[in-house]
């Protein structure tokens, strides 16, 4: 019966939702009145821009503004928009809304650059860059659009969410509060295409294949023929046996896909990358800002997280400066219904409360002075508990660092190891790699985030630790830092450490989820990221390991907000192959990018626990 229920109110749900969608495009046409225009950058070009009025001119309105790469649509003043804004909250309290091409696609002018990097010190008009195309932009907006308060907000996700970050840097006076969603920030160390230097190969190639076409001239999406499909229904089988990476361009990209070619020219953290990274720039900033970002966001989790980060650290107290994490992933905090993903009922429509409680308010507080401005640093949704909490700082300041040291035969304490000569020895083939995900997956999912993980555990090239059952609640909340001690056979390798949640075997489901899937003995991960060993002294030069030498593997994992409940227990796996999310290291120090198939070699690999070498997984606990 409760199954039954279950799907009887998703059917409801989707009813209702096409409902709800025929109505707000209704409204839309009912109350806005839309424009197109194209606005003269200072170096001359222009950038389309499509801009929605609202019909009623009895009073002044903010402006609102999204730039994009990825369309503006649709084009033509008679064609509307659906939906206004990330959500129609904002299109029913009242805005003016301004979507725009960024430089160089669709309909705008110019040469396209992927993640433009911030030029610091301009010389003359010629040196633009998205924070002066975007300074130009709203000096246009508060001039020549009738009926705007002269104040401007800005918000995008993914790319837009970089698009927002640019804005911050030599802000234009009006632009008053920003809000950076999931933002593209370093795309080496930990947003779309890399994690720590390892390769995310099925983002890159879906992405590139549709994305990276080149644009012959302004064009509409309509007129645009373009795009590699490949056609596979297994993504595992289809990348391995693709083979080496050169075997994509001789296969799929050809001379063309200018951004593939320069990844693959460019295997290590050299100025190319470096230039791409908008960090450093983010200082002396005016607006306020909202960085948002979801814990299981397999995109762009780095970025909301390092974001708000840089912008703490380099401006000074008085600059209103806030975090929102939830439970979702890439862009599900603007999603319909946020209570469920994969295996997961969190208890709430988190999305709808986000939207009401903090990202409205937010932006009606900066643009419209309506309302107070009491929304907390930090408003973070604790998994496990299913609770959101507020914070006055990110990480909170009462939490306690935690150790948990690997232990011989597969145990996880927070005791460090006292035998000697301790480890764990397997063989990792690159031929054979670990999958990212049970089942069979022609795209990367979203689910994988969180998925069981027993179907990895039963390898013998995954090592497991565990605690024993918790015996209270503990909430993490802010970074996890692994310490590995391990050796290997060959020259090369990547670590792939994951932080898992293991239900008790008696658990019982007190909630519905997705899919009626029981939870009893569920593996839930809770974070997993990868280390490309190669530069664990420096991402600018890399070293090959030293056959059969004992070496450290330290780095960091992204923040979580989770509490292992009573009764659980917590599981670290390890292993050496994430595929196809990751592309396969040979195990061999060559140049990755430029790699043949003879290079991918088997290696013995072990990690120590033992007094000397003691392999650990650093964790912050929140004090109750």
Request: glycine share 6%.
């Amino acid at each position: 019966m409760k199954q039954l229920l279950f799907v009887l109110g998703l059917a409801m749900w989707c009813t209702c939702a096409s409902a709800q969608s025929s109505e707000d495009s209704t409204y839309i046409r009912q109350n806005y009145t839309k424009i197109e225009k194209y606005i003269t950058m200072r170096d001359g070009k222009k950038l389309f821009t499509s801009i929605y009025q609202p019909k009623d001119q009895s009073k002044k309105y903010p402006i609102m503004m999204t730039r994009t790469p990825y369309t503006v649509s649709p084009y033509g003043e008679n064609e509307y928009r659906r939906t206004l804004g990330q959500n129609m909250l904002f299109a029913r309290s009242g805005f003016i809304f301004v979507y725009q091409d960024v430089r160089g696609k669709w309909m705008s002018e110019g040469d396209y650059v992927d993640v433009r990097p911030i030029i610091d010190k301009k010389k003359n008009k010629t040196d633009i860059d998205e924070s002066t195309d975007t300074y130009d932009t709203i000096d246009w907006l508060v001039k020549n659009l009738p009926n705007n308060n002269g104040r401007v907000g800005i918000e995008g996700i993914s790319y837009p969410g970089f698009y927002s970050t640019a804005s911050l840097p030599n802000a234009h006076p009006a632009l008053k509060a920003v809000s950076p969603q999931a933002p593209v920030t370093d795309w080496f160390l930990g947003d779309d295409f890399h994690h720590n230097g390892a390769f995310m190969m099925m983002d890159a190639f879906n992405f590139y294949t549709g994305f990276g076409i080149p644009r012959p001239k302004p064009i509409t999406p309509k007129e645009f023929k373009g795009g590699i499909k490949p056609i596979f229904k297994d993504s595992y089988k289809f990348y391995l046996e693709m083979g080496a990476l050169p075997n994509f361009k001789k296969r799929y990209m050809g001379d063309s896909m200018k951004f593939w070619n320069e990844l693959m020219a460019h295997p290590n953290y050299d100025e190319f990358w470096k230039a791409m990274n908008i960090r450093p720039h983010l200082k002396n900033i005016t607006p306020a800002t909202m960085t948002v970002g979801g814990f299981f966001d397999a995109e762009d989790c780095f970025g909301a997280l390092h974001v708000y980060e840089a912008l703490e650290k380099q401006n000074p107290q008085s600059h209103k400066n806030m975090l929102v994490m939830g439970p979702w992933f890439h862009g599900g905090w603007e999603s319909k219904d946020a209570t469920l993903f994969a295996d997961q009922n969190f208890g709430s429509n988190t999305a709808q409360w986000f939207r009401e409680n903090i990202e409205l308010p937010f932006f009606n507080y900066y643009l419209k002075d309506e309302g107070t401005m009491d929304l907390p640093e930090a408003s973070i949704f604790i998994t496990g508990s299913n609770q959101w909490k507020k914070f006055a700082t990110w990480p909170p300041q009462n939490i306690t660092e935690k150790t948990l040291y690997f232990q011989a035969d597969g145990k996880l304490s927070f005791a460090a190891p006292a035998t000697t000569n301790s480890f764990d020895e397997y063989v990792s083939d690159p031929n054979a790699p670990v999958p990212y995900q049970d089942g069979i997956q022609k795209a990367r999912t979203r689910e994988y985030m969180l998925d069981d993980q027993r179907f990895a555990g039963r390898r013998p090239d995954v090592k497991v630790y565990q605690t024993d059952t918790l015996t209270e609640d503990m909430t993490l909340t802010g970074p996890i830092m692994a310490d590995l001690f391990a050796s290997t056979t060959g020259t090369d390798a990547d670590y792939v450490v994951k932080l898992i949640d293991v239900f008790p075997d008696t658990y019982a489901n007190p909630i519905p989820n997705p899919k009626n899937v029981t939870l009893a003995g569920y593996q839930m991960l809770i974070r997993g990221e990868v280390f490309r060993g190669r530069f664990r002294n420096s991402f600018e030069k890399p070293e090959a390991f030293v056959p059969g030498k004992v070496t450290e593997i330290k780095y960091a994992l992204p923040d979580v907000g989770h509490t292992f409940r009573k009764g659980h227990r917590i599981m670290i796996q390890v292993q050496n192959s994430w595929f196809p999310l990751v592309d396969r290291n040979p195990q061999k120090f060559v140049d990755i990018y430029q790699a043949t198939d003879a290079d991918f070699q088997k290696a013995t690999h072990r990690i120590y626990h033992d007094v000397q070498n003691k392999s650990s997984v650093k964790i912050t606990v929140l004090e109750q």
